[in-house]
């Protein structure tokens, strides 16, 4: 089964360092994946985590615990075109891949 | 390198009509999944195909369908609709099927039905 909880809305200030967290319980666990979507738009991947452990891509980073279920999507420098939903999506390694959470709308104010 | 193009974008429906929705997968994609998004419930997984075969079904009435082409090219067809099926519907390819490969969405379909 799957069960994926995630904050629905947060609030940062620009240039401040956001942390988005996401935890997971899902069967057949392999890896996860990070999706930001602006309203009206469709979701962009943003990064994928298979090893627990930090992954750096630029200003974004994601972060990988598989004992523990949890992973967390940072954010820093924070600009106002960041405002916009973050999806977490586990990945299975059986039957339907992904299963996206239900989104955390991050709403970065000036 | 072209993205995944849906069509239509934008469309209205009246409820009991039926509603075909087109997808166009990333060159060289051979996987296509369908997703519906509302505001209430999320993205919701409709229903993945592969080699124009269907490989997985999400938790949707038989109302809702789909087929994958030869060229891999994706419809999905609802059929007798209701003002609950009113979303944006989500396209997204991937090369294939193993763990790993990331997907990419296309723009949507927005269906409004009245």
Redesign the interface.
């Known amino acids: 089964g799957q069960n994926i909880d995630q904050p629905t809305e947060m609030t940062a200030t620009e240039g401040a360092i956001v942390q988005i967290n996401c935890t997971y319980q899902t069967s057949g666990f392999?890896?996860l994946?990070w999706y930001q979507q602006h309203a009206g738009?469709?979701?962009?991947?943003l990064s994928?985590n298979?090893l627990d452990g930090l992954e750096e891509k630029g200003r974004f980073s994601s972060f990988l615990s598989r004992s523990k279920g949890y992973s967390y999507l940072l954010l820093k420098e924070l600009q106002m075109k960041d405002s916009a939903s973050y999806?977490c999506a586990p990945?299975?390694?059986y039957?339907?891949?992904?299963?996206?959470?239900?989104?955390t709308r991050l709403s970065v104010l000036p | 390198k072209a993205g995944v193009t849906q069509t239509p974008r934008y469309l209205i429906k009246t409820r009991g009509q039926q509603v075909t929705l087109s997808c166009s997968p990333i060159s060289g994609h051979r996987s296509v999944s369908w997703y519906q998004q509302t505001p209430g419930q999320g993205l919701q997984f409709l229903f993945e195909y592969f080699s124009e075969t269907q490989r997985n079904k999400g938790n949707f009435p038989g109302r809702f369908s789909g087929r994958q082409f030869s060229n891999s090219r994706s419809e999905m067809n609802v059929s007798t609709l209701e003002l609950g099926d009113s979303a944006l519907y989500l396209c997204a390819s991937s090369i294939g099927t193993s763990v790993g490969n990331t997907i990419y969405f296309g723009e949507g379909s927005w269906l409004t039905v009245v």
């Not at chain 1, 738009?41 to 991947?45: G, L």
């Open positions: 392999n890896g994946f738009e469709a979701p962009t991947f994928y298979v999806l990945e299975r390694n039957g339907q891949n992904f299963v996206f959470g239900p989104g």
